[in-house]
T-cell receptor
Framework: AQTVTQSQPEMSVQEAETVTLSCTYD???????LFWYKQPPSRQMILVIR??????QNATENRFSVNFQKAAKSFSLKISDSQLGDTAMYFC??????????FGTGTRLKVLA | GAVVSQHPSWVICKSGTSVKIECRSL??????MFWYRQFPKQSLMLMAT?????????EQGVEKDKFLINHASLTLSTLTVTSAHPEDSSFYIC????????????????FGEGSWLTVV
C-alpha cells in the first residue's frame, strides 16, 4: 500500500526567507502523481503544485518549486520569498492515477513578520 | 473554473438524527467524486469514492450503512450521516474529478469548501 510521510509537524520561517517542506512516499508503481496542497484556516484545499512522476524536470509555480527525487521517493516543496499569506497547513499527496489521493499528515507552516 | 461547492458549510444536529451534505460541481461534469473526513489538526482520510449512477466504493473501516453516498447526477453527490453521534462530528470535504475538461488536468481533483458537522 502506498504511504505518504511528512516528518515535520510544524515549521516557521521569517518573511522573505526560503523554507523547504519534506515529503517522502512509498509505492511500487512507476507512473503516479504527486501534489502539494495548502490548507489555510478557511480549510479550503488549494493546489500549490503538481508533479508527474514520468517527468524528470522539477515543477515550479512562481515562488513554489519542488525537488522530486524519484529513486529516493522524495518530494520536497521549496517556498521562496515567504509571505505572511503562506501561513497554512501544507499537505503532500500521492495519486497513482485512479484520482484517489493519499495525504500525508501535514506540516503547519508559520511565516513570521 | 472547476468550482466545487458544498452545502451546508456548517450544520449542527441532534444525536440520533440524520444529516445530508451536498457536493456540487458547478461548471463541469464529475462522474467521480470523493468524500474525505478530517479530524482537527489531522490529515484528510478518504471515506469513499462516489460514482455517478452506481454504488459508492467505501474505504476499509468506513461504515457504508452509516455514511450513505448517492451520486444521482453528473454534478451532484450527497453524503448522509445516518443516526449521527457526537463521534461523527468532524470536517467533511468532497472533491471531484472533472470528466469533460480538456485537456485532462493531470489527475487533478477539485475540492469543495468543506462542511463542519457538529452532533450534540
Amino acid at each position: 500500500a502506498q504511504t505518504v510521510t511528512q516528518s515535520q509537524p510544524e515549521m516557521s520561517v521569517q518573511e522573505a526567507e526560503t523554507v523547504t517542506l519534506s515529503c517522502t512516499y512509498d509505492t511500487s508503481e512507476n507512473n503516479y502523481y504527486l501534489f502539494w496542497y495548502k490548507q489555510p484556516p478557511s480549510r479550503q484545499m488549494i493546489l500549490v503544485i503538481r508533479q508527474e512522476a514520468y517527468k524528470q524536470q522539477n515543477a515550479t509555480e512562481n515562488r513554489f518549486s519542488v525537488n522530486f527525487q524519484k529513486a529516493a521517493k522524495s518530494f520536497s516543496l521549496k517556498i521562496s520569498d515567504s509571505q505572511l499569506g503562506d501561513t497554512a497547513m501544507y499537505f503532500c499527496a500521492f495519486s497513482e492515477g485512479t484520482y484517489k489521493y493519499i495525504f500525508g499528515t501535514g506540516t503547519r507552516l508559520k511565516v513570521l513578520a | 473554473g472547476a468550482v466545487v461547492s458544498q452545502h451546508p458549510s456548517w450544520v449542527i444536529c441532534k444525536s440520533g438524527t440524520s444529516v445530508k451534505i451536498e457536493c456540487r460541481s458547478l461548471d463541469f461534469q464529475a462522474t467521480t467524486m470523493f468524500w474525505y473526513r478530517q479530524f482537527p489538526k489531522q490529515s484528510l482520510m478518504l471515506m469513499a469514492t462516489s460514482n455517478e449512477g452506481s454504488k459508492a466504493t467505501y474505504e476499509q473501516g468506513v461504515e457504508k450503512d452509516k455514511f450513505l453516498i448517492n451520486h444521482a447526477s453528473l454534478t451532484l453527490s450527497t453524503l448522509t450521516v445516518t443516526s449521527a453521534h457526537p463521534e461523527d462530528s468532524s470536517f467533511y470535504i468532497c472533491s471531484a474529478r472533472a470528466t469533460n475538461r480538456s485537456p485532462d488536468s493531470g489527475n487533478t481533483i477539485y475540492f469543495g469548501e468543506g462542511s463542519w458537522l457538529t452532533v450534540v
